[in-house]
């Protein structure tokens, strides 16, 4: 079983690291990751505020990190991204135990990077999967690749603990054999179940942290999970669904 999160935007450079911790490996799709610094590279910070949908601020400071962007060096991927599921993961927690399970079952996809594994080696970026360059759909771009890494191994399960945007990269791919579970976390709000984003992301990070820290390798010890009141709820449930319900 493997299980696969969104990245984040927010990322650290020089994050704290656990004593003991490997060096960081080098990324499998480094040579496409190349290819988009290229392109990325020769934006002008105009551009990029187009291409990234952002704040000229924000794209000023993305053309810098591309300016300085290296295939060389980086910190582990899982230690690196700083968005509120990673905040709950407490990555620089865990132990050296911990994280070499995390680095056979965990994936975090990544726009620039493709599919990384928790120790692989990354720089700040700034770019998501929505985003076109030169024209081109970056779901195009990476093609199966997410997909490949999930299942591409003989694995015929994923946990998808990312947002749609990232599971959109999987769900072409899929086979009839393939069984992706994704976890719902919904909170009641004025007499209706909501999904509230906030919530669902810290939500997501703390069941990342679960299977890590319980080396879960089959969807329905899942069940179990119960942080923050999120409770399982088996009405709302499936064998591609796991839904999770708090009172708030």
């Known amino acids: ?25 080098a990324p499998r799709y480094l040579y496409k990751t190349e290819a988009l610094a290229a392109s990325l590279q020769r934006k002008a910070p105009y551009e990029l505020e187009s291409i990234l949908q952002t704040s000229p601020q924000i794209a000023l400071r993305a053309a810098a990190l591309y ?10 991927a899982m230690l690196a991204y700083d968005g509120l599921a990673y905040k709950h993961l407490q990555a ?8 070499a399970f995390a680095q056979e079952h965990v994936r975090l996809f990544s726009a620039f990077y493709g599919p990384l594994r928790p120790l692989d080696a990354i720089r700040p970026y700034r770019l998501e999967l929505a985003h076109k360059l030169d024209g081109k759909s970056l779901y195009d771009f990476w093609g199966r690749a997410f997909y490949d890494d999930l299942f591409g191994d003989g694995d015929d399960i994923a946990v998808n603990l990312a947002s ?10 899929l086979l009839p054999a393939d069984r992706m579970v994704t976890c719902e976390f919904l909170t009641y709000r004025k007499g209706k179940l909501r999904c509230l984003a906030t919530i669902a992301k810290m939500a997501r990070g703390r069941m990342a942290r679960y299977i890590i820290e319980h080396h879960i390798e089959a969807p329905e010890q899942l069940t179990f999970f119960d942080w923050n009141d999120f409770q399982y709820e088996q009405s709302l449930s499936d064998n591609n669904t796991l839904t999770f319900i708090t009172r708030g």
Not at 14 to 21: K, L, R, S, V
Not at 164 to 173: G, M
């Open 1 to 25: 079983m493997k299980v696969f999160l969104s990245p984040a935007k927010n990322m650290r450079a020089a994050p704290a690291m656990p004593q003991g911790m490997p060096e960081g490996y």
């Open 67 to 76: 300016q300085d962007w290296t295939n060389e060096g980086g910190v582990p």
């Open 92 to 99: 620089e927690t865990l132990s050296l135990h911990d994280f």
């Open 164 to 173: 749609n945007e990232y599971s959109k990269a999987v769900r072409p791919y």
